[in-house]
């Protein structure tokens, strides 16, 4: 099972971008790279993924090297409202995969005034 | 996401009582997910159904049990609760080709005592 490691916090301030990395060293060829946000009693919500290079949406990019072992999520110009819990998935949910997606503890993001 | 609701939102029972979380979507999304999470940790993967007729076991089924009553509607039930069944609750949707996005509802917090 592809695991993955994430820092278990960090903090940054108010206009500053922040980068979170995760690393994952067993990744599978068919597996994605996927990113979720969760605040406190809420569920998940889907931020961005990707499979190799880089991805932009309008809330973050996801950058991953050649060998696909890590992915860093960025987000640029952080406000206090993104504080949140963020977790790095790797796994494919696919019909005709394992359907293996591993949930981390994730990597809690205190944004300061 | 107001899409996806669930019920009961907090619930209190006893030690082997039979008790069911239900999910309803008007998403219109054909996949739907049952997870569990627990205080500090990631989300785990508990049930999942592709549609109506194609329900699959998670990594954490033993103990629970559930039903795909319409495209819209999925049951999760602990046919004889027990205390470390006691966490959050999560029901998810998903549909078209990004099997990894997914829609989470707002939780069901279960307290088995």
């Known amino acids: 099972l592809a695991k993955t490691t994430q820092p278990i916090s960090m903090d940054s301030y108010e206009g500053q971008e922040v980068n979170i990395t995760c690393s994952h060293n067993n990744i599978a060829t068919n597996d994605y790279i996927t990113w979720y946000q969760q605040f406190p009693s809420q569920g998940p919500r889907f931020i961005i993924q990707?499979?190799?290079?880089?991805v932009t949406n309008e809330v973050a990019s996801l950058f991953i090297p050649a060998d696909r072992k890590s992915s860093t999520l960025s987000l640029p110009r952080v406000s206090l409202s993104d504080t949140a819990v963020y977790y790095c998935l790797v796994g494919d949910l696919g019909k005709d995969s394992n359907y293996q997606l591993i949930w981390g503890a994730g990597t809690k993001l205190i944004i300061k005034p | 996401d107001a899409d996806v609701t669930q019920t009961p939102r907090n619930r209190i029972t006893k030690t082997g009582k039979r008790i069911m979380l239900e999910c309803s979507q008007t998403k219109g999304h054909d996949r739907m997910y049952w997870y569990r999470q627990d205080p500090g940790l990631g989300l785990q993967l508990i049930y999942y159904s592709f549609d109506v007729k194609d329900i699959n076991k998670g990594e954490i089924s033993d103990g629970y049990s559930v039903s795909r009553q319409a495209q819209a509607k999925f049951s999760l039930s602990l046919e004889s609760a027990i205390p470390n069944q006691t966490a959050l609750y999560f029901c998810a949707t998903g549909s078209g080709s990004s099997y990894n996005e997914q829609f989470f509802g707002p939780g069901t917090r279960l307290t088995v005592l």
């Open positions: 990707g499979y190799k290079t880089k």
